[in-house]
């Protein structure tokens, strides 16, 4: 059965039409019958009508009560198939049985909460065997981009932290329906088993991210007048003339610990 209701612009709703680009994301997702999967958004179930037939197990999380309502009934006859509704962003990890610690993640991710989703799910490495996303291509080029790249920021390294980023698909606005303006693309996360979480549980390291990347254009040292001297330039070995682009992420984390211990001291 058809999904009928029109999408809602203000759940930034585009929903995946093109059998290609579907088949060829289900190539790649590569689904197996021991597979325990958690798909965010799955809309009118294009991706999920496939993968319902080839897995263990299945959650789908949706915020969009008519998408509930229609998924509930096209998978009525399908035990191992919950679908859950809810905003992933307020859902708890209790939510999620024990048996899908870790397990595969997929979602066709709405555009104006995909960098909150993403973030969120950093913190949820545990619970993550690999994700497969797709997501406005811009929003991709910033979780895979490295020092010194264009689109470097906050949203990379705190992903880079944990995970392994790597995009897969390029997908035309032509492939949903309503077309979005921008292309869209495909990326899959891997957990790393050399991750650097501890950054992301420092008290100060995410704010100092926010704080360097809300001011990309200046310098570091202006940045961080007034609480960073330039005897602690010095001692940490970074220079205090780059901007944040240029900094790595583990000098992010050194100069979180400055600070921390500036607090501590105080």
């Known amino acids: ?27 790649l997702v590569d689904p197996i019958t021991d597979d325990c999967v958690v798909e965010i958004g799955p809309g009118s179930g294009c991706l999920t009508d496939q993968m319902a037939r080839l897995v263990k197990q299945l959650i789908a ?31 708890a990890s ?6 899908f610690r870790p397990c595969r993640w997929v979602g066709n991710l709405p555009y104006n909460v995909s960098v909150p989703i993403l973030l969120k799910l950093s913190e949820w490495v545990d619970w ?28 990379g390294i705190v992903l880079q932290c944990t995970f392994t980023v790597e995009p897969v698909l390029s997908v035309p606005p032509e492939a949903f329906d309503p077309p979005p303006k921008v292309d869209s693309e495909m990326f899959i996360l891997r957990p790393l088993i050399d991750s650097k979480r ?14 360097s990347f809300s001011h990309r254009r200046k310098t570091m040292r202006k940045i961080f007048q007034g609480l960073i001297t330039d005897a602690d330039w010095d001692s940490m070995s970074i220079d205090a003339q780059l901007r944040p682009q240029m900094i790595h992420r583990d000098e992010f984390y050194q100069i979180a610990c400055c600070l921390d211990d500036q607090i501590a001291s105080s």
């Open 1 to 27: 059965m058809a999904y009928r209701k029109p999408t809602k612009k203000s759940l930034g709703q585009h929903f995946l039409r093109d059998p290609y680009i579907i088949d060829r994301i289900l190539q």
């Open 61 to 91: 999380v949706e915020i969009d009560r008519d998408c509930v309502a229609h998924c509930r009934s096209q998978y009525a006859d399908m035990p191992h198939v919950s679908v859950v509704h809810a905003d992933f962003l307020e859902m």
């Open 94 to 99: 209790t939510v999620l049985p024990e048996s």
């Open 128 to 155: 993550v065997k690999d994700g497969h996303f797709l997501v406005q291509k811009e929003v991709s080029q910033r979780c895979c981009a490295g020092v010194g790249e264009q689109h470097y920021g906050r949203l």
């Open 198 to 211: 501890h950054y992301l549980s420092h008290p100060v390291f995410s704010d100092v991210l926010v704080r």
